[in-house]
């Protein structure tokens, strides 16, 4: 691997969370500070959030819009966020949504968190349950947390969660056969 930063090298994507740690809202406050300072088309910020932290509302209310595999690790998770577009005529939103996630999955490494994220929701239950404004668009859910024991997942997720991370090689994403040492 080429000389990443170590916030970016060693990210990844748990499902086992510690059930009982929890997020200060110092460290809530940051990550969303991250998320408010990503980039976005005419900085208009298409971005909006509800955070649920573990055995609140908004978190119960987050967690039966996952699908039942999804819950099944989710629900252990310090905070589950809902990042949603808010639905203008920007071409762009989606993308700068992306960029707010990732800068607050990019921070929430720095600070010695791990993110996973879901995009299998059910949208309409998520306007329904946290009675979203029209122009709100639910698109992923975020859970965030500590790491926790993966031998607590049932065998099924343990397999996932112990396997090698994998990339495809950079040639595969290239759409040019450019020298990339350029």
């Not at 976005?40 to 055995?55: D, K, L, M």
Request: proline letters at 7%; one cysteine or more; a negative charge.
């Amino acid at each position: 691997m080429t000389d990443l930063t170590p916030l970016l090298a060693f990210r990844w994507s748990p499902r086992s969370f510690d059930p009982v740690a929890e997020l200060t809202s110092a460290e809530v406050s940051t990550l969303l500070e991250a998320a408010r300072w990503a980039p976005s088309v005419g900085n208009r910020q298409p971005w909006r959030f509800a955070v649920g932290h573990r055995e609140d509302e908004t978190f119960k209310r987050i967690l039966v819009n996952l699908p039942p595999g999804e819950q099944r690790w989710a629900g252990r998770a310090s905070l589950l966020l809902l990042a949603a577009r808010h639905a203008t005529d920007n071409p762009f939103a989606a993308y700068d949504l992306g960029q707010a996630v990732a800068h607050l999955t990019v921070q929430a490494t720095a600070l010695g968190l791990h993110v996973r994220q879901v995009t299998d929701l059910d949208r309409h239950g998520l306007v329904a349950d946290l009675d979203l404004p029209a122009d709100v668009q639910p698109y992923v859910v975020t859970a965030i947390g500590q790491l926790g024991d993966p031998f607590s997942l049932p065998a099924d997720l343990l397999v996932h969660e112990t396997s090698l991370r994998r990339r495809r090689p950079l040639a595969e994403l290239m759409l040019t056969c450019s020298d990339l040492t350029h």
